[in-house]
Nanobody, 123 residues
């Protein structure tokens, strides 16, 4: 499975960005999908994850109420809508996919990773 993330960029605090992740390859064995982020010098942190059918999603406390995850299985894409962005949201954002149906809020729960897209929020 290959994952291609896009949509990052530079935005002012309070602004919005929409990240997209396109999956290709053997996507039939991919169930949960998620987003993580990594700031310079820090560990890769969980942001959000969504179930295969899209009915269940989880979020890190730091982004609840501001970010929204969705997916379109017909197009093999998952999207992260980010609103009310803060400077602390600045990071490289990674798309991830799991062969499990469980929504894991940690790196070890995912089997495939995209290359990352930079999000920079200026204050």
């Amino acid at each position: 499975v290959q994952l291609q993330a896009s949509g990052g960029g530079l935005v002012q605090a309070g602004g919005s960005l929409r990240l997209s992740c396109a999956a290709s390859g053997r996507t039939f064995n991919v169930y949960a999908m998620g987003w993580f982020r990594q700031a310079p010098g820090k560990e890769r942190d969980f942001v959000s994850a969504i179930s295969w059918g899209g009915s269940t999603s989880i979020y890190a406390d730091s982004v609840k109420g501001r970010f929204s995850i969705s997916r379109d299985n017909a197009k093999n894409t998952v999207t992260l809508q980010m609103n009310s962005l803060k400077s602390e949201d600045t990071a490289v954002y990674y798309c991830a996919a799991s062969r499990s149906t469980v929504l894991y809020p940690h790196v070890s729960g995912y089997d495939y990773w995209g290359q990352g897209t930079q999000v920079t929020v200026s204050s």
